[in-house]
C-alpha cells in the first residue's frame, strides 16, 4: 500500500500504438510497484512524433495516479533522454505548454533519463515473441515457393525451395546448381513467361550456354504442360505428405522429389530414375525394433511414413489423370493462311460493359505455325501484344457470304488502340476549313455505306496517313496547311 509521507517513483514508456507505466515506492525494502497502468493511442495520437508519445504517457500518468501525487515529490524515469529539457526548451508546442502547465500547477516533479533495459516499463517490448524463433528462421530461409524444373524424356523431376523476391541471378545460380551439375547443360528449356526467364540477363545467360530458349504461348501457360502439370502434382504431394507440418514443408521437398522420381510413369511405363540412371534405387525400410538410438528410429519412421503418404497420393493421381485425359480435347483444323478469330478473354476491352463485350475479335491471318498448337496470327500494328497464340484461343472464320448468299454483310467492328477503338479509313473525299482555322475531311469508312461518310479533323487521321497522303498526292500539295 502506498505510505503518503514517503516520495513516489514513475517510470514511464511508450511505442506506435500504446503507452505503459508503474508507480512505485521505497518503503525499505527497495522500490516495489504500487500500480500499473497501459493504454492503447487513439486517432490524433498515434500521429504523435515520439517525443510526445513519450511525455503523453507522463501526462495519463499523473492524471491516472492524481490521488496519490498531488503534493509529494516524484521522480519520473524515462528513456528517452530530451524529455529532461522538457521545461527549459525554447520552443514548445500548444499541445506542449498546455502539459508543462498541468505538471507545474499540481506536482512537484523530476525527470530523469534511464535507459530503456533498466527501465521497467520497457521489459514487455524486449520479450521475445511467441514463435519468433521460427518466424525469423523462415524469413531468412526465404522459401516462399519452388522452382519446378522436369526432363522432356525421362520426365525426371525437380523440386528446388526459392522465394517469390528472388533475383534472376539467384534463380541462375539455382538453376547451376540443382540441374547443370546433375544433368549437364540442357540444349532446349522451355519456361513460362516470368520476368525472370524474360529478362536480358536470362537470355543472354542461355545463349552463352547454347541453350535454346523456349517460351510458352501468350496468355497459355499449358504450352509448357508438363511443368504447369508437375506443379499441380508437387501442390497436392505438399497437402498430402505435410498436412501435419505445414510449417516444415521446404525440408519435405527431397523426400517428395525422391517419390514423384521412383513412381512409375504412365507414359513410359517406367520410373525417371530408372531411364535417367538404368536403375532402382534403394528405397527407405521400416525401421526394426531393435533400434538403439532412437533419434535414428524416429527419423527414418517419419521418412518412411512421409515416403508412404506421397507414394499413395501420386498412385490417386494418376487414377484421376487417366480418367480424364482427352476428355474435352478436340482436334484442330487450322492451317497457314486461314483466316481465324481471336477470343477476346485475354484482350484489354476493359472500357466495354461486360455482357457486351464480343467474345471473338478478327477475322485475322494465320502467318505461321510455330508449333503443332501455336500459330503466330497478322495483327494490326497498333495492338502491343504477341502474336502468338495457341490453338484453344482460336476459331476458324467463316465468312458470311458463304453462308447466307446475298445477305448484307454487317459492318467491320472497330480496331482497339490504346483501348480506344477506331475505324478503318478507305479514302478522303473532300476538305474543308473552319473559321478557326482547322482543316476537316470527307471520310469514307471502309466497309460501311456512302451514307455514313463524316467529316473528321484532321488530327484525328494519326493512324490513317497512307489515305491522307492518298488525297493530299490528288489535290496537288504536300501537307494540309496548303488545302
Excluded at 533522454?81 to 505548454?97: A, D
Excluded at 497522303?469 to 489535290?475: A, F, R, S, T
Amino acid at each position: 500500500l502506498p505510505d503518503p509521507a514517503r516520495d513516489y517513483v514513475i517510470e514511464a514508456d511508450a511505442s506506435d500504438q500504446a503507452v505503459g507505466a508503474d508507480l512505485m515506492q521505497d518503503q525499505g525494502n527497495g522500490l516495489q510497484p504500487i500500480a500499473y497502468l497501459s493504454k492503447k493511442l487513439h486517432g490524433a495520437e498515434l500521429n504523435y512524433p515520439i517525443h510526445d508519445k513519450e511525455a503523453l504517457v507522463i501526462i495519463i500518468a499523473f492524471k491516472a495516479w492524481r490521488c496519490y501525487l498531488e503534493g509529494q515529490r516524484t521522480t519520473v524515469y524515462t528513456d528517452h533522454c530530451s524529455l529532461k529539457y522538457l521545461k527549459t526548451q525554447p520552443n514548445l508546442s500548444r499541445r506542449q505548454v498546455r502539459w508543462i502547465d498541468f505538471l507545474e500547477t499540481h506536482f512537484h516533479y523530476d525527470i530523469v533519463y534511464k535507459p530503456g533495459h533498466k527501465n521497467k516499463a520497457d521489459t514487455l517490448s524486449r520479450l521475445a515473441h511467441p514463435g519468433l524463433h521460427h518466424r525469423v528462421t523462415t524469413y531468412l530461409s526465404g522459401h516462399d515457393a519452388i522452382l519446378v524444373v522436369i526432363n522432356k524424356f525421362s520426365k525426371m523431376g525437380h523440386f528446388i525451395p526459392t522465394h517469390t523476391t528472388a533475383r534472376t541471378e539467384e534463380t541462375a545460380q539455382l538453376f547451376v546448381r540443382y540441374i547443370i551439375s546433375q544433368h549437364g547443360i540442357p540444349t532446349t528449356l522451355i519456361s513460362d513467361r516470368d520476368p525472370k526467364f524474360t529478362s536480358k540477363f536470362w537470355k543472354e545467360l542461355m545463349s552463352l550456354l547454347g541453350t535454346k530458349l523456349a517460351m510458352s504461348s501468350a496468355y497459355h501457360p499449358q504450352t509448357d504442360g508438363r511443368t504447369e502439370r508437375l506443379n499441380q502434382i508437387v501442390e497436392q504431394l505438399l497437402r498430402a505428405a505435410c498436412k501435419d507440418e505445414i510449417s516444415k514443408w521446404d525440408l519435405h521437398l527431397p523426400v517428395l522429389e525422391f517419390a514423384y522420381n521412383n513412381a512409375t510413369h504412365a507414359a513410359i511405363g517406367q520410373t525417371p530414375f530408372f531411364l535417367c540412371y538404368g536403375r532402382h534405387p534403394l528405397t527407405p525400410q521400416k525401421p526394426t525394433a531393435s533400434a538403439t538410438v532412437q533419434p535414428a528410429h524416429d527419423f527414418i519412421t517419419t521418412m518412411h511414413q512421409l515416403w508412404d503418404r506421397t507414394h499413395k497420393r501420386l498412385l490417386d493421381i494418376q487414377q484421376q489423370q487417366k480418367r480424364q485425359a482427352d476428355r474435352h480435347r478436340n482436334d484442330h483444323t487450322i492451317t497457314v493462311g486461314d483466316q481465324v478469330l481471336l477470343d477476346t478473354r485475354n484482350l484489354d476491352i476493359s472500357h466495354l460493359p461486360s455482357k457486351l463485350r464480343p467474345r471473338f475479335c478478327g477475322p485475322f491471318l494465320v502467318e505461321a505455325q510455330v508449333t503443332p498448337v501455336t500459330f503466330r496470327l497478322r495483327l494490326p500494328a497498333t495492338w502491343k501484344i504477341h502474336n502468338a497464340f495457341h490453338v484453344q484461343l482460336l476459331k476458324p472464320y467463316r465468312d458470311p457470304n458463304t453462308i447466307f448468299v446475298g445477305r448484307q454483310p454487317p459492318p467491320p467492328t472497330p480496331v482497339l488502340v490504346q483501348n480506344e477503338p477506331e475505324y478503318e479509313v478507305e479514302s478522303v473525299l473532300a476538305h474543308r476549313r473552319r473559321r478557326n482555322g482547322t482543316v476537316e475531311l470527307l471520310i469514307r469508312w471502309k466497309g460501311y455505306d456512302p451514307s455514313e461518310d463524316s467529316w473528321v479533323p484532321e488530327s484525328d487521321m494519326g493512324n490513317a496517313r497512307r489515305p491522307l497522303h492518298n488525297y493530299l498526292v490528288k489535290q496537288g500539295v504536300t501537307s494540309t496547311t496548303q488545302l
